[in-house]
């Protein structure tokens, strides 16, 4: 009689000892076994849907043939001539002096005087200038932390807006793509200045406005802009962009768009000509 | 009942087949284990097939890198327009704003201009015997603001009391901010 209970503890420890074991397998094996085969089963039908998704897609997408292969490799050349080619940063800034100097006196401009830093971040140094006086130094004065925190907000990764137009092998070989800002003060009348704005951009070197502030000034309007240009460099420069910087032109084109999806026309692109301001006087809201 | 050692029979069959209990146990948890691991190998190489069926295919006919050549051919004639376009939209942005603005009313403005479009800010002083005078100017500037169709935002709002005296009169300054779709 003594034999029993000791017999139904065995067999209760027997029962035991067999259902952790039993739970080790279903928690440790079987049960991510049996997920793992449920993710490849769900991997598994979306390759096939993409499979049957692209096949029908093909079937209606237009693919380059060798003449718009030529315009590709046209556009390309155009952007890469646009570039000026230098061994460092010096040819560039001296050059858009020179361009900037020129237009300013072209236009007429009462006084200009061209800002810059030698680093992204770094300081303005005192000006070069472009033309005339500049007797706008207590209001420039007053305005160089602006100037400042504008040049440096220009030379921000995040604020080149072109990452997809310059993601290219060409860029990366040889030299690099090197974009630098340029803070410009102006004391003009307001035609004459906005016909400077107007015309700044005209150049090859194509400098594209950043931010432009404009004040009523004493006796004439006092502005001031910041421009940035891009230039390809062989050597060092603090101005380089790192591959894979910035955004992909703001989405300039919708990756879904049928556009996309035919043949590139290069008679339907606009292109956008050098065109005078009108007259002030005859200029209304509409 | 025969007896052996003292032990009955069916005692001594029954501690025979004891230890296979737990063998058999295993063995089926075992199995099981290798049937799962069998078909998670076998779908393992199901994906692994139709992975490269697709990435054959992506080869043979492919779509995405010539959208993305398309995107970028689109892309570079913008670039190649933009400063100019966004130069002219601008200077002829502000052209027009100081056209509807009586001469010195215009206090101060900055634009920053983006990929498609621009935000601007400005602030317009008017010198008026009294605030709803003023208002009223004000008004018909920015009613004529919001004529302006490439405007797509625009709002106001009225700073603290006359901020200056300018002949007598004070001046009451608005800032005026908004955003234009130049492209």
Not at chain 1, 37 to 57: C, H
Not at chain 1, 197 to 222: F, K, M, Q, T
Not at chain 2, 55 to 83: D, N, T
Not at chain 2, 138 to 166: G, K, L, N, V, W
Request: glycine share 8%; hydrophobic share 45%; charged share 25%.
């Amino acid at each position: 009689m003594a034999m029993k209970p000791r017999r139904l503890a065995r067999a209760f420890i027997w029962v035991l000892a067999s259902l952790a074991i039993f739970l080790i397998f279903v928690v440790f094996d079987w049960y991510p076994t049996v997920k793992e085969l449920g993710r490849l089963r769900r991997e598994q039908r979306d390759v096939i849907l993409k499979i049957k998704n692209f096949t029908a897609m093909a079937s209606s997408f237009v693919f380059p043939d060798e003449e718009e292969k030529s315009h590709f490799v046209k556009s390309h050349a155009d952007l890469y001539k646009l570039l000026m080619q230098a061994d460092d940063d010096a040819p560039w800034l001296n050059r858009m002096l020179s361009w900037l100097r020129w237009q300013a006196e072209a236009d007429k401009v009462d006084g200009a005087l061209l800002l810059f830093s030698s680093e992204p971040g770094g300081m303005v140094a005192p000006g070069v200038r472009l033309t005339g006086q500049t007797p706008m130094a207590d209001w420039l004065a007053g305005q160089q932390q602006d100037i400042q925190e504008s040049l440096k907000e220009a030379s921000y990764p995040g604020r080149f807006p072109w990452g997809g137009v310059f993601a290219s092998p060409e860029f990366i070989a040889e030299h690099r793509l090197a974009g630098r800002p340029l803070a410009i003060a102006i004391e003009a009348r307001l035609p004459v200045l906005l016909n400077f704005i107007n015309h700044c951009s005209w150049d090859y070197g194509r400098l594209e406005i950043v931010r432009i502030r404009l004040e009523a000034g004493a006796s004439l309007p006092w502005a001031w802009l910041v421009l940035r240009g891009y230039y390809l460099v062989r050597g060092p420069s603090p101005w380089t962009m790192q591959e894979g910087t910035g955004s992909d032109a703001g989405l300039l084109v919708d990756p879904d768009s049928p556009l996309l999806w035919q043949k590139v026309d290069p008679g339907t692109v606009y292109r956008v000509k050098k065109i005078e301001l009108p007259a002030a006087a005859s200029r209304g809201g509409k | 009942m025969e007896e052996k050692a003292g032990l009955p029979m069916n005692h001594l069959q029954h501690r025979r087949s004891r230890p296979i209990l737990p063998l058999v146990f295993f063995l089926i948890l075992g199995s099981v284990s290798v049937l799962l691991h069998v078909e998670k190998a076998r779908r393992q190489k199901r994906v692994q097939a139709v992975n490269e069926q697709f990435s054959a295919l992506v080869r043979a006919r492919p779509i995405e890198e010539a959208k993305a050549e398309r995107a970028r051919f689109y892309g570079i004639q913008y670039y190649l327009g933009y400063p100019l376009a966004v130069s002219y939209a601008v200077s002829d942005f502000i052209l027009r704003l100081s056209a509807i603005t009586p001469s010195g009313q215009l206090h101060d403005l900055q634009v920053d201009p983006r990929v498609r479009d621009f935000g601007f800010a400005l602030t317009v002083g008017i010198a008026a015997g009294g605030r709803e005078a003023a208002r009223q100017a004000f008004a018909s500037i920015y009613d004529r603001m919001q004529d302006f169709p490439e405007i797509t935002r625009i709002s106001f709002s009225e700073s603290d009391p006359a901020a200056a005296a300018a002949g007598g009169r004070q001046v009451y300054c608005f800032a005026v901010s908004g955003q234009v779709e130049w492209q």
